[in-house]
């Protein structure tokens, strides 16, 4: 029970001076990449940096309860803000990469699908365990009453639990979730695919067609980095459970997009430098 009655860390408040610091490296790495690779490397460097910003806004979306959730003592999903964040991504990444060929809107959206899509049966099965497995009823320890249904949970929650189950509030921010984050890994895996297609057929002295597979495992393995780096950060922003768009810990986002931003851009420096240098 401690684990449920813990308040959130000092560290939930906004710092402006290191989110201005954030700001500023940002902007060293983008001159970086300007100065080194112009172009279409800095096009790619730039389409990361969104690819970032959408998986760690979207993470914040995502209903996580941890070990107390398991117990029914906290709403939100069994697992990991991490865990539950790259699964939900790179479910979405792996139907962007299967529609990379009709082009970058249609695979972005079909990468935001795949991930929602993965939230959305995820969440639905949460709560058959909740309800007809531990019976359960869905209830929110966060609000009164369900910003969308409009539906009251004091009655529903029991007594000494931050409440359980998902409320719908927190299975629609699941799907918006897993919508964002797909659609940022897909864009990430998209932008160095492309980049790739260009530079290692020079590079190796090979045409496109031979250089395929190398450019897709490429993109595909620095697209699942990324995701992770982007999921981890959230991950200690969040510091423990949130149940979506309602809870207070919402209000962070801004300190995590940018922290999304700044490591997105770092790593995405590192994906472009191995080809164009």
């Not at 249904?149 to 979730?177: I, M, N, R």
Request: charge should be neutral; proline fraction near 5%.
């Amino acid at each position: 029970m401690s684990a449920v009655a813990a308040k959130p860390a000092a560290g939930g408040a906004m710092n402006p001076t290191a989110m201005g610091v954030g700001i500023v490296m940002l902007l060293i790495l983008l001159g970086i990449c300007w100065y080194v690779a112009p172009g279409l490397g800095l096009m790619a460097l730039i389409g990361i940096i969104i690819g970032g910003v959408l998986i760690g806004f979207g993470t914040h979306f995502v209903p996580v309860g941890g070990a107390p959730a398991a117990m029914g003592q906290a709403p939100g999903i069994a697992t990991g803000v991490a865990m539950l964040a790259a699964g939900a991504g790179l479910a979405g990444l792996f139907g962007g990469a299967w529609a990379a060929e009709q082009g970058t809107v249609i695979a972005v959206v079909t990468g935001g699908v795949g991930g929602g899509l993965m939230m959305a049966i995820t969440c639905m099965m949460v709560n058959f365990v909740y309800v007809f497995g531990m019976g359960i009823p869905a209830a929110s320890g966060k609000v009164k009453a369900d910003p969308i249904t409009g539906d009251t949970q004091a009655e529903y929650k029991s007594q000494g639990t931050e409440g359980h189950g998902l409320p719908f509030v927190s299975f629609v921010g699941g799907v918006v979730g897993g919508i964002l984050g797909g659609a940022g890994g897909t864009l990430i895996y998209l932008m160095l695919l492309d980049l790739y297609k260009v530079t290692l057929p020079t590079m190796m002295s090979a045409t496109e067609a031979q250089i395929m597979p190398i450019a897709v495992s490429a993109a595909g393995m620095f697209a699942v980095g990324m995701f992770l780096v982007n999921a981890v950060l959230t991950a200690y922003n969040i510091t423990g459970t949130i149940e979506g768009p309602h809870d207070p810990k919402f209000k962070r986002w801004p300190r995590s997009v940018v922290a999304s931003a700044v490591a997105s851009a770092l790593c995405g420096i590192v994906a472009i430098l191995i080809v164009v240098i």
